[in-house]
Each structure stands twice: as structure tokens, then as C-alpha cells.
């Protein structure tokens, strides 16, 4: 079965810094994964995905992801965290299964970011 | 507006009833998904359906049924047999990517 990790329950950064949150993942055949993040008593929203192609994917509020086959990691970064980024982020898998498409979460990552 | 709408935001249950928690979506998906979150868990998922008159059990669908009778809705009923019902619950659709509404709450009283 597909599964991700995030080994970080929580991740804390100042405004301004790079941040990083973490997820690896084990897979049989190529990976779907995909970013997701949630606002406090909010559904999830939808960050980014990568399917094929390029390792670096670009999504959402500044938000971008990197792809690496070899460490089976697809790691969330930004540039430049703020404030408002402040929020739990899940990682996630597709997975086909009996030949359904379901998405397969993570536990989760709590990102502060600090002014 | 495009999007998966969920209602009530909040829900009590007393012990013993069933409560239904309702997901509309006007997208045009085909498949639709109900997950429990519980903090530290992720989202688990509780049944999906990838088309109308057809649903399937996912991870955790005991003391939990759904109905399907048309693509735009797919309520989820808590049973009484649920023993653990409190929760936050996420209804999603989709395709290549897949959508979340607000999610409800259910809280056991």
C-alpha cells in the first residue's frame, strides 16, 4: 500500500526565513503527491501536486515542492515564510488500490511562523 | 460560487441517535469521499463513490453509511453504532485533484 510520512509534528520559523516542511514517501510505481494545507476549523485547501515531470513544482501562495526519487522525498518549501502561513500542512498519496483512486494523508505538520 | 458545500458546521448527538452530516459539490465530479479527522491521526477514510447508485467502504466505515442517488450529493449517516463519533469530518471530490469542503464537527453529548 502507498504511504507518506511527515516526521515533524511541528516546524517553527521566523517571518522572513525559508521554511521547510518534510514528507517521504513509499510507493509501488510512479507517485501522485500531492500538498495540502489547514486554517484552524477550515477544510483543506489544495496546494500543489506532482505527477511527472519537472522535480521542482510550483502551487499555491508561493508555496513549492521538490521532488526526489532517489530519497523518496517531496519536501514543501517557500522562500520567504510569513505570519499567515502559520497553519497544519498534509502530505499526501494517491493511491489505486482496487483500482479506485483514494488520497492516503500523512499525520500532519504544524508550521509557526514567529514575527 | 464552484465548490463542496458542508452542513451544519457543528452537530450534537446524543447517545444513541443517528445524525446525518450532508456534502453538496457543483463541480461536476463523479467521485466524491467522506474522511474523519482526529489530531495526530491525518484524515482516515470512511467510504467514497465514484458514481452515482455506487459506494464503497474505505479505511474506517464501521458504524457509518452513506447514499448516493445523485451526483451532486453524498450525505454521510453516523450510527449509533459509532462508538467514538466526535470528530471533524471532510467531505471531498475530484478527479486528478481532489477537493475538500469545511468540514463539520460532531460532538458526542
Known amino acids: 500500500a502507498q504511504s507518506v510520512a511527515q516526521p515533524e509534528d511541528q516546524v517553527n520559523v521566523a517571518e522572513g526565513n525559508p521554511l521547510t516542511v518534510k514528507c517521504t514517501y513509499s510507493?509501488?510505481?510512479?507517485?501522485?503527491l500531492f500538498w495540502y494545507v489547514q486554517y484552524p476549523n477550515r477544510g483543506l485547501q489544495f496546494l500543489l501536486k506532482?505527477?511527472?515531470?519537472d522535480n521542482l513544482v510550483k502551487g499555491s501562495y508561493g508555496f513549492e515542492a521538490e521532488f526526489n526519487k532517489s530519497q523518496t522525498s517531496f519536501h514543501l518549501k517557500k522562500p520567504s515564510a510569513l505570519v499567515s502561513d502559520s497553519a497544519l500542512y498534509f502530505c499526501a498519496v494517491r493511491d489505486w488500490g482496487t483500482g479506485f483512486q483514494k488520497l492516503v494523508f500523512g499525520t500532519g505538520t504544524r508550521l509557526l511562523v514567529s514575527p | 460560487d464552484g465548490g463542496i458545500t458542508q452542513s451544519p458546521k457543528y452537530l450534537f448527538r446524543k447517545e444513541g441517535q443517528n445524525v446525518t452530516l450532508s456534502c453538496e459539490q457543483n463541480l461536476n465530479h463523479d467521485a466524491m469521499y467522506w474522511y474523519r479527522q482526529d489530531p495526530g491521526q491525518g484524515l482516515r477514510l470512511i467510504y467514497y463513490s465514484q458514481i452515482v447508485n455506487d459506494f464503497q467502504k474505505g479505511d474506517i466505515a464501521e458504524g457509518y453509511s452513506v447514499s448516493r442517488e445523485k451526483k451532486e450529493s453524498f450525505p454521510l449517516t453516523v450510527t449509533s453504532a459509532q462508538k467514538n463519533p466526535t470528530a471533524f469530518y471532510l467531505c471531498?471530490?475530484?478527479?486528478?485533484?481532489?477537493?475538500f469542503g469545511e468540514g463539520s464537527w460532531l460532538t458526542v453529548v
Open positions: 471531498a471530490s475530484g478527479g486528478n485533484t481532489i477537493y
Open positions: 510507493v509501488s510505481g510512479n507517485p501522485y
Open positions: 506532482y505527477i511527472t515531470g
